[in-house]
């Protein structure tokens, strides 16, 4: 899950924990970048530990015309072209968060129909934009959410951890092969791991059931009048 919180400011002189530990405290409400229906297991723990309401902003995936996109604006790179040239999902695309520049738009590399898996680090973003084109996923979570991320994909059945050291958490280069063709060779594993991220797609790709969620919190948020979202202090 992720709560959202106000971009930290370099000049304040306060951390973003100390940030994050204050608008918690004096919120009146918080707003998830999640649904019910993404994880019914633990959505409804979320208000009864914070104490106050909690409500789902949706998933807010994007458009899923990547394809279009890629043909109208990238159709002369040498990515694509190259995709272009490969077998219908015999690729698998590789991408660990958004701190490496990407020179193709990753909706247009996940929507092209030459991917047939996705290797991802588990960030929020890339499970959605993943999953919004139904590829099963090999995850290598690193740091933050993105280990609860890879454990409720895989309690899901949308694909498969690389195999980690249970001390030191490093992982070798046999536990990402092994991974790899669990979910892109032809077998039972991927046909599993398909019908997994089929089943999460349908939570993906509804788009008016996100709009809903928005549409919902926006109401909430001008029912909230200024004198009920001040904190009031003791005198």
């Known amino acids: 899950m992720a709560l959202v919180f106000a971009n930290d400011g370099a000049s304040s002189g306060m951390s973003s924990r100390q940030r994050n530990i204050l608008t918690a405290q004096r919120c009146t409400v918080t707003a998830i970048w999640s649904c019910v229906e993404w994880e019914p297991e633990s959505f409804p723990l979320v208000a009864p530990l914070l104490g106050k309401p909690v409500m789902a902003l949706g998933l807010l995936p994007p458009p899923p015309d990547g394809s279009r996109i890629a043909a109208a604006t990238k159709r002369e790179h040498a990515a694509v072209r190259w995709l272009d040239a490969q077998p219908p999902g015999s690729v698998l695309y590789v991408a660990l968060g958004s701190e490496v520049p990407l020179r193709v738009n990753q909706v247009s590399v996940l929507a092209h129909a030459a991917v047939g898996g996705f290797l991802t680090h588990c960030g ?35 694909g498969i951890q690389v195999a980690r050291d249970e001390e030191d958490g490093s992982f070798e280069p046999h536990g990402v092969a092994s991974a790899v063709r669990a979910v892109m060779l032809e077998g039972e594993a991927r046909r599993g791991f398909l019908a997994g991220a089929a089943r999460m797609h349908e939570v993906v790709a509804e788009a008016e059931r996100h709009e809903r969620y928005v549409d919902k919190f926006v109401e909430h948020l001008r029912s909230i009048s200024y004198t009920d979202a001040t904190p009031t202090t003791s005198s």
């Open 124 to 158: 929020r973003n890339s499970l959605i934009e993943g999953i919004l084109f139904g590829h099963p996923l090999v995850m290598l979570p690193i740091f933050g959410d993105q280990g609860p991320n890879a454990r409720q994909m895989e309690a899901k059945n949308v």
